[in-house]
């Protein structure tokens, strides 16, 4: 018997656009498709194209119902963990800061890459929430 995939069929182009682009902001793309086929989370630099903001587990999860019932089609990717969630942005997250929030941006040597999981798939505790439907910036992917 065949699993049915958690991404619907209208959306899997947009999916594997996004992945995509993620994959090509790496040094070796093949790895990370590669990586993403094992079931694994593959690292993806941060900084070159989109930064990230993480938000504490209820405030994360707060603001992503807000934004997915607000504007559902304009939101970008968001990951979860047990305890934050992680809203990717383009680069201009001034909006976004506050006392609980921390920017991800590529600057800290601890934290120059996001652990990404393959959609659809829980990979080391960490799950899309809402996967890359699209580049999370205006440039052409």
Known sequence: ???????PARLLGQVISGMRWFSRRTA???????????????PIPVGTGFVVVRLPGDLGADVFTD???AV????????????????????APALWLGPDAELIDGRNASERTIKCPPVGREAE??????PPRRCPTPIRC
């Open 28 to 42: 070796d793309p093949a790895a990370t498709w590669a990586t993403w086929a094992r079931g694994e989370a593959a």
């Open 72 to 91: 559902a089609e304009l939101l970008g990717p968001v990951l979860a963990n047990h305890s934050t969630v992680e809203v990717f942005l383009p680069i």
């Open 125 to 130: 505790r960490r799950r899309w929430l809402s």
């Open 67 to 69: 934004l997915s019932s």
């Open 1 to 7: 018997m065949r699993s049915k995939s958690v991404v």
